[in-house]
Structures are given as C-alpha cells and as structure tokens.
C-alpha cells in the first residue's frame, strides 16, 4: 500500500496554503518527505529550491515545522528548549527573538518553567515556537491547534498571519476546516495518497460546494419545474441547495411567475466542510 501515490504541486512564496484530506490520506508523509524524515522511493520534493535528500541540511534550515505528536525533553525549562533548538541550526545569542516569541505564544511567564510541568496546550505551544526559533522562510503546522484553548488558537493565528504578511510561506493541515477557509488562500485536497482537488479557496467553495437557502412561502408547494434541489421541508419553510449563487435569481423569478410570496428569505454561503465532504467520499 502507498502513502503518496504521485502527489504533484507547488507552493508559490509568500503562501498561506492548506493540505487537508481524512485521516490516513498522506498528509503528515508528506510533510515527513518535505522535512527529510521520509525518503520517497521515486520523485523529488524542494524547499525554496534545496533537495530535501541532496541538500538536506540547506533545505531543513529553510524549514520550521511543528508537528502534530506532543516530543519534548522532560529535562529542560522552556527557555532552555528553545536554545537549544536554535544551536541545532548554529544560532546563538537570539535571546530577544526568543522573548519575541514566547510573548507571542504567551510562554513567557512560564519560560523558567520545566516542560514536564507544563500542560499539554502550553507543550504544543512550545512546539510551535521551537519551529520558529531560527526563522524559516517556511513553516509547516501540522495540526497546530490540535487540543488547544481558543484564546491560544487565536493568539497562534495572530502570530502566523502576521508572519505571513512579513513573507513566510505557511504550510497547514487542519481538521478545523474554518481556520483552512479563514486563512489559506489555496487548498490542496488529499485523498488515499493523491490530490483530489488543487485550486484557491475561492474557487474550490465555487466549484465543488452549493449554495443553500432557506426560504418561508405564503405557501406550501413549489412550481413545477423548479431549478433547485429541496433537501428539506417543513411546511411552507423549504430548505433548497443550488449549485451556486448565479441560480438564484431564477429561483426567484420562477417563484415570481408563479405568484408565490415570499415571507423570510436566508441563504448560507458554501463552506469548506461539504467540499471536503464531497471530494473525498464521505457523502452521496
């Protein structure tokens, strides 16, 4: 069985880019092959323009990554982590980049603190600064938010964003698929080892996904025929799905035509959810 089976893309600079797919899809092999923890048995990865085998340790400087498992040395306080994984990559002295950091992931008040002491949201916290120590151009967060309070979550976006805005490339795998739709500007959609689907976020919540609308009549039918899907009804309250918005103005007129009126009228956009759900199988 293959983990990846001809997986294909490229992440431009300066992204905010999404990898999402189900459990088992080959996400997390994927970005072990990026960080060289994974040698695939044919095909080639890069980060900004190193081999990962044949320039391995120029494109692991390039790299930040945070992963999803909770792997810390029991033995030292958060301060001294952070050294230490900064002289993984000949760093010394950046001791105000690591206070600008700590601050950041509100470590700071526990930056003497041993990490065996600390909780598993705080650990991950440092997971997440340990990547950033040496400033990569790049930073992969597999899973980041994984079992973290949303004060945290929200300080950690904060903190990527701006990042981001600075000219970081921002690699993401989530299953919170409202923080892939709030910041990725292109997804890619794994499924058993290959891309399902590859666009802007835009254009994937255009494509794959509809339009749905709730609408309460003045009465309880529609016309015949009727350019929309009823996924639900109660009553005169009808639940439609259109395959986007540009249907929405026939709906209307053929509801015009028919004389029928319309008492209370809400459409919720497409999200990312039934993307995700269409692509990789999970539904009808």
């Given at each position: 069985?293959?983990?990846?089976?001809?997986?294909?893309?490229?992440?431009?600079?300066?992204?905010?880019?999404?990898l999402l797919g189900p459990n088992g899809a080959g996400k997390t092999t994927l970005i072990n092959v990026i960080a060289g923890l994974a040698r695939p048995d044919s095909g080639a990865a890069s980060v900004m323009g190193a081999n990962v085998v044949e320039d391995y340790r120029r494109a692991r400087r390039m790299l930040g990554v945070v992963p999803q498992e909770l792997v810390f040395d029991p033995f030292f306080t958060v301060r001294e982590t952070l050294?230490?994984?900064?002289?993984?990559?000949?760093?010394?002295?950046?001791?105000?980049?690591?206070?600008?950091?700590?601050?950041?992931?509100?470590?700071?008040?526990?930056?003497?603190?041993?990490?065996?002491?600390?909780?598993?949201?705080?650990?991950?916290?440092?997971?997440?600064?340990?990547?950033?120590?040496?400033?990569?151009?790049?930073?992969?967060?597999?899973?980041?938010?994984?079992?973290?309070?949303?004060?945290?979550?929200?300080?950690?976006?904060?903190?990527?964003?701006?990042?981001?805005?600075?000219?970081?490339?921002?690699?993401?795998?989530?299953?919170?698929?409202?923080?892939?739709?709030?910041?990725?500007?292109?997804?890619?959609?794994?499924?058993?080892?290959?891309?399902?689907?590859?666009?802007?976020?835009?254009?994937?919540?255009?494509?794959?996904?509809?339009?749905?609308?709730?609408?309460?009549?003045?009465?309880?039918?529609?016309?015949?025929?009727?350019?929309?899907?009823?996924?639900?009804?109660?009553?005169?309250?009808?639940?439609?799905?259109?395959?986007?918005?540009?249907?929405?103005?026939?709906?209307?007129?053929?509801?015009?035509?028919?004389?029928?009126?319309?008492?209370?009228?809400?459409?919720?956009?497409?999200?990312?959810?039934?993307?995700?759900?269409?692509?990789?199988?999970?539904?009808?």
């Amino acid at each position: 069985m293959r983990a990846l089976a001809g997986v294909s893309l490229a992440i431009g600079q300066g992204e905010f880019f999404g990898l999402l797919g189900p459990n088992g899809a080959g996400k997390t092999t994927l970005i072990n092959v990026i960080a060289g923890l994974a040698r695939p048995d044919s095909g080639a990865a890069s980060v900004m323009g190193a081999n990962v085998v044949e320039d391995y340790r120029r494109a692991r400087r390039m790299l930040g990554v945070v992963p999803q498992e909770l792997v810390f040395d029991p033995f030292f306080t958060v301060r001294e982590t952070l050294r230490i994984q900064s002289g993984y990559f000949g760093i010394r002295g950046n001791d105000a980049w690591i206070d600008e950091v700590m601050h950041h992931l509100d470590l700071t008040a526990k930056a003497n603190a041993n990490m065996r002491a600390l909780s598993g949201g705080m650990k991950r916290r440092v997971l997440v600064a340990q990547a950033l120590v040496h400033k990569p151009p790049v930073i992969v967060l597999d899973e980041p938010t994984a079992g973290v309070d949303v004060e945290l979550r929200q300080g950690l976006w904060q903190f990527v964003r701006r990042l981001n805005r600075e000219g970081h490339t921002i690699v993401l795998t989530t299953h919170y698929l409202e923080e892939a739709e709030l910041h990725c500007n292109r997804i890619a959609m794994l499924k058993a080892g290959r891309v399902a689907a590859l666009d802007s976020t835009r254009n994937l919540l255009e494509t794959f996904s509809g339009l749905q609308l709730r609408v309460r009549l003045d009465a309880e039918r529609l016309p015949e025929p009727f350019p929309a899907q009823v996924v639900a009804r109660d009553g005169p309250l009808f639940t439609l799905r259109l395959p986007s918005a540009r249907e929405l103005e026939a709906v209307l007129a053929r509801l015009r035509e028919s004389a029928i009126g319309i008492v209370e009228l809400e459409v919720q956009p497409p999200d990312l959810e039934e993307v995700f759900l269409r692509l990789t199988g999970r539904q009808s």
